[in-house]
């Protein structure tokens, strides 16, 4: 930026790879992740989102300030439209949140 300073826009989505199917390890990396994202901007209650996947199984999680939550729904590859659906879905709630 024009003052040398790194600011990440909004919605922040981070995507991490299960590796060798190790979700939990996954989901490890994501929340550093976003945790970093959130001090790095020095906005903590703006949802920062995590998706962890193997690219076959996409799952997604929100982390606001310090409450971290990990969806149950564990999309397959298959379902395309819901996996596009959900990350449009991520995508378009700051400007929802904008127009409130």
Do not use: M
Request: include cysteine; proline fraction near 2%.
């Amino acid at each position: 930026s024009e003052l040398g300073k790194t600011v990440l826009g909004f919605p922040i989505v981070i995507v991490v790879e299960a590796k060798k199917n190790d979700f939990s390890e996954g989901w490890g990396q994501c929340l550093a992740e976003l945790i970093a994202v959130q001090r790095l901007n020095k906005a903590e209650e703006i949802p920062v989102y995590g998706i962890v996947t193997d690219g076959e199984l996409w799952q997604f999680g929100k982390l606001v300030s310090d409450e971290f939550t990990k969806s149950k729904l564990r999309i397959t590859i298959t379902d395309l439209d819901k996996i596009f659906g959900t990350i449009s879905f991520l995508l378009s709630s700051k400007r929802e949140a904008d127009l409130n």
